[in-house]
């Protein structure tokens, strides 16, 4: 420390403050002559110092400082003189022991050389020395000093950091993840509730407006005699053929008045480019194409997502979703964002769009029961999305990405609804063909050709969610000109073993030569073709125009305004033409063009345009002269689609469109290659980078239309021919025959009567699937009694023993045979009233057994067969006149003589009373007199119901909303006695006379669309008592004993058979095989083919 001390001492003496310099230079003074220099380096050391404040001072005449320091000076040279010898250095140093004097002479030596060159050659090596031996010591030591300081700060700080991460680990486990759990429930809550406020608010603006629109419409009590224009739309309901026939009311009509402005305004150009094809970087080229299925490490992944359901099943908390993930929901209009949730028993879509005041909300729950099918789907060609099909035929089309997609797919099908029929995850499109069977039931012509198209479109990804993957029907007619339209005639047909493009025989060499000279110099464009699809958005917006929301879609796509009206649709033989005149335009059909008439009217009225070279006004699609209305033409339409040419040859279009021609060499011999975006796996979206460049391609896509899946791969099997098949019916010994192909073979077989009075109700519900183990096990037909006598009997299609091929086994209820053994409903009627077969209906599985008419103004349900009365309800103000349950054993409905009727919701899991609720699901009113029949088809959401007023009214199902009214035409009223609905959309009413009216009129069946349209009447000479639907055909059964098949459209009678007594009831079996009558005489009439000389109808 003493030679840093000295160090400070040094520099305190060379300060400019003299208060410094005073007492620095005092304390080196008393130091000097009090305190033994250590060695003579340390000397040199502090005179080298002093010198150097000295110098300083003499060169500037600071006499201050050199009187503080001169003092220091002559005691160091007193001190080291002699053993620096300075007697030989310095012999002209003036003698320290002058006295005052020596200050005065040392002055003037300081600057002679000798002095100078004294204190550079023995002084400064000396302090050089000092300096580097003794102060290195302390500098190391100071290092040292400072090191452990540094360590010690390092360990504080390290310590400190410690403590702090150990209490922010406490503060986020105690406190904050409890706040962070608790904020994600309270948003997950507030959001939830505020989803509620607005599904509450749009629900009571739909109600509102729902009764609104009943109130003053023309069942209401503040009906205007001024008839207000009403504005349609088309349902997204499906019937079990996938056909959307229903049209549902427009409360947000926009007649499109400023699109018709801005087209009128834009000039008219018909030269429409079809030769531009959009560009595809080649970082979006796919390397190569695979099958959509799960793959095999998912399939593992999915096995033990099952397991580990199974193990924990009994924990899992039912209102916690077991899934969740972002996705959008793929609708027609729009593409909305939202959050799929899956639990143990719901389904959940919630839409994250934001809140509007006006417009409609996406959110909807379903529960898992309800699920039929979950396939797996393309979207933007990239396998990322999933459809949902559930039992009331509604579905649901959701994108994710590819992992988020296979996994929500895992998990939904690990938690076993129970009504999932299959699920096409674990096997290519493909795969899934061969194993459902359909082309061979097809081939062998036991579905038709419209449903095989159908299946082979869903299997193969189409949808009806997506404009670019839209359902593609073919072209099958030629002729649009003729008067008369002769389906057995081959010439009025298209070829369809051609691509549309060259059904013209004479652009084949140009299609060909376009194909073999196209060259891309980039390597990135395949040869093609067509320069077009199709089935694109454009193509399916081109036909639809006319109906919403396919028009709104249509002025979207051509940026908010019509397109002229050269182009659109507006004639049918116009439209063929235009495919024979150009290569370019390849569209084939959609499948409304077989089923859904009103899209070829303009029932709302659109300005669509005036045609260039006539100055016509565009409306109505101008029809072919062999249709006389849009009804017309749809029917025959379908009927050629189902002709024996176009069975015949229907197998070679599959094979362009979903065959081994749709790719590779046969294609290309085939002419049938289209650009290469079009096709799956062409293009690899994800290695797109750029976002701009992406949403561009996905664009691209969307509009240029996307070729189905491939799902053969060799030949498609021919059909049989209509009378190899027939012959083919006719020689199985289980398979019975369908009667409705055999029309002209009809004959009626007696059965002893089962019950001891005749038989008002008659039903052969479906029966379930068996193994082959169970083959030939009865099965069931029900009868019951105008004294409420039930039979459970067994039944079979066809001869157990083979001695009489293709009849029917009956074997009477036992119990029936002791009076004492037979059961009854439980329950009296409504005396004086007529007891009829529309009193009952029984569930398709045959469980349970409603009955109703009772004098308490109840309806009841039975077990079967041990007849046990299960469940009472009263609802209804008077008697219960009705009952109808629809198809899918969802909905029951009661109609009554209160003129009101009601529609329960069924529990299908039922085993007991629970079956039949106490609470109704919707309360349906409207008509002036008492209910006499209704009907209900979940399938499209339809409630009907007849009145003695004459009228019929139709609601939806799940909604409870008034439709419209059907009015039976003439002058003179009728009452409403039977109404049945066809899968294909038509209403059949008869109509009989008001006992009341002073003009009596006759019988009368009647007519109507789907829709409320008035198709015709047909006079019958008897009051029919019964008829059922089947199909095309309406089987009917009058006073007279009159069995009559009628072709549905047309009201055309194809077979009668004459019975010996008035009919009760009329029955078909689920097999179509036979009709089931009974007779008032207390028969039971069996209606089947006869064997002998079978000729097909």
């Known amino acids: 420390m003493s030679k840093l001390a000295l160090g400070i001492l040094l520099v305190c003496a060379g300060s400019r403050k003299l208060e410094l310099c005073a007492m620095a230079t005092a304390r080196l003074h008393t130091l000097v002559q009090t305190r033994p220099l250590a060695s003579l380096e340390e000397s040199c050391y502090l005179l080298a110092g002093i010198n150097d404040v000295l110098a300083r001072a003499v060169r500037e005449g600071d006499q201050e400082h050199y009187s503080f320091v001169i003092p220091v000076v002559r005691a160091l040279l007193e001190r080291v003189g002699l053993p620096l010898r300075t007697w030989q250095h310095l012999p002209l140093l003036p003698h320290t022991d002058a006295g005052p004097s020596f200050f005065d002479h040392f002055q003037k030596y300081a600057l002679t050389p000798e002095w100078a060159s004294f204190v550079a050659n023995v002084v400064k090596p000396a302090q050089e020395q000092y300096s580097s031996v003794q102060l290195k010591e302390q500098h190391e030591t100071m290092n040292g000093f400072w090191n452990q300081?540094?360590?010690?700060?390092?360990?504080?700080?390290?310590?400190?950091?410690?403590?702090?991460?150990?209490?922010?680990?406490?503060?986020?486990?105690?406190?904050?993840?409890?706040?962070?759990?608790?904020?994600?429930?309270?948003?997950?809550?507030?959001?939830?509730?505020?989803?509620?406020?607005?599904?509450?608010?749009?629900?009571?603006?739909?109600?509102?407006?729902?009764?609104?629109?009943?109130?003053?419409?023309?069942?209401?009590?503040?009906?205007?005699?001024?008839?207000?224009?009403?504005?349609?739309?088309?349902?997204?309901?499906?019937?079990?053929?996938?056909?959307?026939?229903?049209?549902?009311?427009?409360?947000?009509?926009?007649?499109?008045?400023?699109?018709?402005?801005?087209?009128?305004?834009?000039?008219?150009?018909?030269?429409?480019?079809?030769?531009?094809?959009?560009?595809?970087?080649?970082?979006?080229?796919?390397?190569?194409?695979k099958e959509d299925v799960v793959a095999e490490e998912d399939i593992l992944a999915l096995q033990g997502q099952l397991q580990d359901v199974e193990a924990h099943d009994g924990a899992v908390d039912k209102k916690k979703p077991v899934i969740e993930e972002d996705c959008d929901l793929v609708t027609l209009m729009k593409v909305v964002k939202g959050r799929f949730e899956v639990t143990a028993t719901q389904m959940y879509f919630i839409d994250l769009s934001p809140v509007r005041e006006e417009g409609e909300r996406h959110d909807f729950t379903y529960p898992l029961t309800m699920l039929r099918e979950v396939h797996l789907r393309r979207y933007n060609l990239r396998r990322s999305a999933l459809e949902f099909f559930l039992l009331d035929q509604t579905n649901f089309f959701l994108n994710f990405t590819t992992k988020t997609r296979n996994k929500m797919f895992g998990r939904i099908v690990a938690l076993h609804p129970p009504n999932l029929l299959y699920t096409s995850g674990t096997r290519s499109p493909a795969e899934l063909l061969r194993a459902s069977g359909l082309t061979q039931r097809w081939v062998n012509r036991e579905i038709s050709s419209f449903e095989y198209l159908m299946h082979l479109n869903t299997i193969a990804g189409r949808t009806y969610n997506d404009l670019s993957q839209y359902p593609v029907f073919p072209w099958v007619l030629a002729d649009y000109s003729s008067s008369e339209l002769d389906l057995d005639d081959p010439t009025i047909y298209r070829d369809l073993s051609r691509p549309i493009g060259i059904v013209n025989p004479k652009y084949i060499e140009e299609v060909k030569a376009k194909y073999d000279s196209f060259v891309d110099i980039t390597g990135t464009v395949e040869k093609f073709h067509y320069g077009t699809h199709y089935s694109n958005s454009a193509g399916v917006l081109h036909y639809l125009v006319r109906l919403e929301p396919f028009t709104s879609l249509h002025i979207e796509l051509q940026s908010g305004r019509f397109d002229v009206a050269d182009r659109q649709f507006h004639s049918m033989e116009g439209t063929w033409k235009m495919l024979m005149e150009s290569p370019n335009d390849v569209k084939e059909l959609i499948p409304e063009f077989f089923y859904l008439p009103e899209f070829l009217t303009n029932m709302n009225g659109f300005d669509l345009g005036r045609l260039q070279s006539s100055k016509e006004r565009v409306d109505d699609v101008k029809l072919p002269l062999w249709a006389s209305s849009p009804e017309d033409f749809i029917y025959k339409h379908r009927k050629a689609l189902e002709s024996e040419y176009v069975?015949?040859?229907?197998?070679?279009?599959?094979?362009?469109?979903?065959?081994?021609?749709?790719?590779?060499?046969?294609?290309?011999?085939?002419?049938?290659?289209?650009?290469?975006?079009?096709?799956?796996?062409?293009?690899?979206?994800?290695?797109?980078?750029?976002?701009?460049?992406?949403?561009?391609?996905?664009?691209?896509?969307?509009?240029?239309?996307?070729?189905?899946?491939?799902?053969?791969?060799?030949?498609?099997?021919?059909?049989?021919?209509?009378?190899?098949?027939?012959?083919?019916?006719?020689?199985?010994?289980?398979?019975?025959?369908?009667?409705?192909?055999?029309?002209?073979?009809?004959?009626?077989?007696?059965?002893?009567?089962?019950?001891?009075?005749?038989?008002?109700?008659?039903?052969?519900?479906?029966?379930?699937?068996?193994?082959?183990?169970?083959?030939?096990?009865?099965?069931?037909?029900?009868?019951?009694?105008?004294?409420?006598?039930?039979?459970?009997?067994?039944?079979?299609?066809?001869?157990?023993?083979?001695?009489?091929?293709?009849?029917?086994?009956?074997?009477?209820?036992?119990?029936?045979?002791?009076?004492?053994?037979?059961?009854?409903?439980?329950?009296?009627?409504?005396?004086?009233?007529?007891?009829?077969?529309?009193?009952?209906?029984?569930?398709?599985?045959?469980?349970?057994?409603?009955?109703?008419?009772?004098?308490?103004?109840?309806?009841?349900?039975?077990?079967?067969?041990?007849?046990?009365?299960?469940?009472?309800?009263?609802?209804?103000?008077?008697?219960?006149?009705?009952?109808?349950?629809?198809?899918?054993?969802?909905?029951?409905?009661?109609?009554?003589?209160?003129?009101?009727?009601?529609?329960?919701?069924?529990?299908?899991?039922?085993?007991?009373?629970?079956?039949?609720?106490?609470?109704?699901?919707?309360?349906l009113c409207g008509h002036d007199d008492e209910v006499t029949c209704v009907a209900v088809v979940t399938e499209l959401d339809m409630a009907l119901s007849g009145s003695k007023d004459g009228t019929v009214n139709v609601h939806s199902v799940r909604e409870g909303h008034f439709l419209h009214t059907?009015?039976?035409?003439?002058?003179?009223?009728?009452?409403?006695?039977?109404?049945?609905?066809?899968?294909?959309?038509?209403?059949?009413?008869?109509?009989?006379?008001?006992?009341?009216?002073?003009?009596?009129?006759?019988?009368?069946?009647?007519?109507?669309?789907?829709?409320?349209?008035?198709?015709?009447?047909?006079?019958?000479?008897?009051?029919?008592?019964?008829?059922?639907?089947?199909?095309?055909?309406?089987?009917?059964?009058?006073?007279?004993?009159?069995?009559?098949?009628?072709?549905?459209?047309?009201?055309?009678?194809?077979?009668?058979?004459?019975?010996?007594?008035?009919?009760?009831?009329?029955?078909?079996?689920?097999?179509?095989?036979?009709?089931?009558?009974?007779?008032?005489?207390?028969?039971?009439?069996?209606?089947?083919?006869?064997?002998?000389?079978?000729?097909?109808?």
Not at 717 to 739: F, H, Y
Not at 778 to 807: A, K, Q
Not at 981 to 1004: D, E, R, W
């Open 647 to 923: 069975s015949s040859h229907l197998h070679e279009w599959i094979d362009l469109i979903f065959g081994y021609k749709q790719k590779g060499p046969a294609a290309v011999e085939a002419l049938n290659v289209f650009y290469y975006v079009s096709y799956e796996g062409a293009v690899d979206l994800d290695a797109i980078k750029d976002p701009v460049q992406r949403e561009a391609t996905e664009g691209i896509i969307n509009n240029f239309g996307q070729t189905p899946c491939q799902l053969l791969k060799e030949p498609h099997p021919k059909r049989l021919s209509q009378e190899g098949a027939l012959l083919r019916m006719t020689k199985s010994d289980t398979k019975p025959p369908n009667l409705f192909l055999f029309l002209q073979n009809l004959k009626a077989y007696v059965v002893e009567a089962p019950l001891s009075c005749p038989v008002v109700h008659v039903s052969v519900p479906r029966s379930p699937a068996r193994s082959f183990m169970q083959h030939g096990l009865m099965d069931t037909l029900v009868t019951v009694g105008t004294d409420g006598s039930l039979g459970v009997h067994g039944w079979l299609p066809y001869d157990r023993t083979r001695s009489y091929p293709n009849y029917f086994t009956f074997e009477r209820d036992p119990a029936l045979l002791n009076a004492k053994s037979s059961k009854r409903l439980a329950g009296v009627f409504q005396p004086g009233a007529k007891v009829h077969s529309r009193l009952f209906v029984l569930s398709s599985d045959a469980k349970f057994l409603v009955s109703r008419g009772h004098r308490e103004k109840s309806h009841r349900a039975h077990t079967s067969p041990n007849h046990k009365h299960t469940a009472q309800v009263i609802l209804h103000k008077d008697v219960v006149t009705s009952l109808a349950m629809d198809s899918c054993g969802m909905y029951l409905m009661s109609g009554s003589r209160d003129t009101t009727c009601i529609l329960w919701e069924l529990n299908q899991q039922a085993t007991s009373g629970s079956f039949l609720p106490n609470k109704p699901f919707q309360t």
């Open 149 to 289: 300081c540094y360590e010690a700060i390092m360990v504080a700080m390290h310590r400190r950091s410690r403590g702090v991460g150990e209490c922010k680990l406490r503060f986020q486990s105690q406190i904050l993840s409890a706040f962070q759990t608790r904020l994600a429930e309270e948003q997950q809550r507030i959001l939830a509730v505020q989803t509620n406020l607005r599904n509450q608010h749009l629900f009571i603006c739909r109600r509102w407006k729902s009764a609104k629109l009943f109130l003053t419409g023309p069942c209401g009590p503040w009906a205007s005699s001024a008839t207000q224009p009403l504005y349609w739309k088309l349902s997204q309901q499906e019937n079990f053929a996938r056909m959307r026939l229903k049209l549902t009311l427009n409360q947000s009509f926009d007649s499109h008045y400023q699109a018709s402005c801005l087209r009128d305004n834009q000039g008219i150009s018909t030269n429409q480019n079809t030769s531009w094809l959009p560009p595809i970087t080649a970082e979006a080229r796919a390397m190569q194409q």
């Open 966 to 1097: 059907l009015r039976l035409p003439g002058d003179s009223p009728e009452q409403v006695a039977l109404l049945t609905v066809s899968h294909l959309g038509f209403i059949c009413i008869h109509g009989c006379p008001n006992p009341q009216a002073l003009l009596k009129g006759g019988h009368a069946l009647h007519l109507y669309t789907i829709n409320g349209k008035y198709l015709m009447k047909r006079e019958v000479p008897r009051a029919i008592s019964d008829m059922a639907v089947y199909d095309d055909f309406l089987v009917t059964g009058d006073d007279d004993g009159l069995l009559v098949i009628w072709e549905l459209f047309g009201l055309v009678q194809r077979a009668s058979l004459p019975l010996c007594a008035p009919i009760l009831t009329v029955a078909h079996t689920p097999t179509h095989s036979h009709i089931v009558c009974s007779l008032e005489d207390g028969k039971l009439v069996v209606v089947g083919v006869s064997t002998s000389s079978v000729r097909p109808t």
